[in-house]
């Protein structure tokens, strides 16, 4: 876990690593509760902040991201629940979709 905790850190294997924390989580169901905390936490940080919507141009988004949260959630329910509700604006700032 420590490994793909640092691998998050580096661009270029951010998406490849999202998508293996979140089927890791699904795997191992609550073993992955010691663990949260540090998710969460490189979670928020590629998120945009809450106030992001007033600003003209937002951070290009993993959209790993979103699909690592959904699996965690399937993984440990209502563990994460308040994590989650800490991060429904930010993930609201990104936008539902590209507008064109």
């Not at 010691?34 to 959209?63: F, G």
């Not at 509700?85 to 507008?99: D, I, Q, R, V, W």
Request: positive net charge; glycine residues 4%; charged residues 25%.
């Amino acid at each position: 876990m420590t490994y793909l905790l640092n691998c998050l850190k580096r661009d270029r294997e951010r998406y490849n690593t999202f998508n293996a924390v979140g089927l890791l989580a699904v795997a191992v169901k609550l073993e992955i509760k010691p663990y949260i905390p540090k998710i969460m936490e490189v979670i928020r940080s590629s998120l945009p902040p809450k106030d992001a919507t007033i600003r003209k141009k937002l951070p290009q988004n993993e959209p790993a991201v979103f699909t690592c949260i959904s699996m965690l959630g399937r993984a440990v329910g209502h563990t994460i629940i308040q994590d989650i509700k800490e991060l429904l604006e930010p993930m609201m700032a990104t936008g539902l979709s590209p507008a064109f």
